[in-house]
């Protein structure tokens, strides 16, 4: 199945910083996406990005998929940004079209 | 818009005991996941749901794990009995059609703890 790399795993920064993580998959994709875990364990949607790329307030987020990365940014720190991002791409087994996660970035933002 | 609702948030039971888990989709949403996440990974899938037909349960250990969407819209996952390594959190979600190229929503997930 296809193999999804992320990195780094831990992040600490103070509130304001700058950050770039990064999702490196093994397959050509139709889909990807972004999601914020928060402390309290919701997934939420941050991109849909297979190709292109996407912004929304301070984060953005770039797909190469000819070259099989992707890249979140986030500017301007804030400590709600923190939590764990997880990028996750096709499922390839049987026949379900669901997720395969990679192993996420675990954010943390200091006041 | 009314998100995937999930219920319990919080179940903490013995082993050998047996749970049950409950999903709402989003409204209109025909394909319906269930995943396991277990402290420290990501995701991963459990079943896939087509209205109330399986797409796949190839990752369901389907000696002590089950789950149902009998009208094609709630779906209820089950386990029993339930083991020490079942702790984790399961997460519901759902998507609009089947296909590899669409977007899924997630509700917050019921986490359980098997002791």
């Known amino acids: 199945g296809i193999q999804v790399e992320q990195s780094p795993p831990d992040l600490i920064l103070q509130e304001g910083a700058n950050s770039t993580l990064r999702c490196n998959f093994s397959?050509?994709?139709?889909?990807l996406q972004w999601f914020h875990q928060n402390p309290w364990g919701q997934l939420i949607n941050l991109f849909y990005?297979?190709?292109g790329t996407k912004q929304n307030g301070r984060l953005s987020a770039t797909t190469v998929a000819t070259e099989r990365y992707s890249l979140l940014y986030i500017s301007s720190s804030q400590t709600t940004d923190s939590g764990v991002y997880f990028c996750?791409?096709?499922?390839?087994?049987?026949?379900?079209?669901?997720?395969?996660f990679g192993k996420g970035t675990h954010l943390i933002i200091q006041p | 818009e009314a998100g995937v609702a999930q219920s319990p948030r919080y179940k903490i039971i013995e082993k050998r005991q047996s749970v049950a888990f409950w999903c709402n989709p989003i409204?209109?949403?025909?394909?319906l996941y269930w995943y396991q996440q277990i402290l420290g990974q990501g995701p991963k899938l459990l079943i896939q749901?087509?209205?109330?037909?399986?797409?796949?349960d190839s990752q369901l250990p389907k000696d002590r794990f089950s789950a149902e969407r009998l009208k094609g819209v709630d779906s209820t996952l089950k386990i029993q009995p339930a083991k020490l390594e079942d702790s984790a959190v399961y997460l519901c979600?759902?998507?609009?059609?089947?296909?590899?190229?669409?977007?899924?929503?997630f509700g917050q997930g019921t986490r359980l703890t098997v002791v």
């Open positions: 979600a759902s998507s609009l059609t089947a296909g590899v190229d669409t977007e899924a929503f």
């Open positions: 397959d050509s994709v139709n889909n």
């Open positions: 990005i297979p190709s």
């Open positions: 996750a791409l096709p499922y390839s087994g049987g026949g379900a079209d669901g997720l395969t």
């Open positions: 409204s209109g949403h025909a394909t």
């Open positions: 749901f087509q209205n109330n037909g399986v797409v796949d």
